[in-house]
Nanobody
């Protein structure tokens, strides 16, 4: 079993900063990509930032220059540093991972890749 647990959300005034953390735990063979998404009620979940090993980070245009994604591979942790926050950044932020975990049964000698690992979400509210 693999779990993603986010922390660090909260309320902040416009122009303020928050740092989100997400820890992946469980039977992980290879943690290739970790990403942050966000969602507001009535809208689709959107990609905020993604970090793939060996590649440059990718950001949504709306957060470029303000948000920074980083990873601590030794701790299977991804961070999202959010600066100069705006009211439109208000959303539930979700951590996502693309990783390989040990197979079972017939597939016990294989690593199984999936991008369907999500955290429970953490609320970020930006308002005055």
């Amino acid at each position: 079993q693999v779990q993603l647990v986010e922390s660090g959300g909260g309320w902040v005034q416009p122009g303020g900063s928050l740092r989100l953390s997400c820890v992946a735990s469980g039977k992980i063979v290879n943690l290739e990509t970790m990403s942050w998404y966000r969602q507001v009620p009535g809208k689709q979940r959107e990609l905020v930032a993604t970090d793939t090993r060996g590649d440059d980070a990718v950001y949504a245009d709306s957060v470029k220059g303000r948000f920074t994604i980083s990873r601590d591979n030794a701790k299977n942790t991804v961070y999202l540093q959010m600066n100069n926050l705006k009211p439109e950044d208000t959303a539930v932020y979700y951590c996502n991972a693309y990783l390989a975990s040990p197979g079972a049964g017939t597939y016990k000698d294989y690593a199984i890749w999936s991008d369907d690992y999500w955290g429970q979400g953490t609320q970020v509210t930006v308002s005055s």
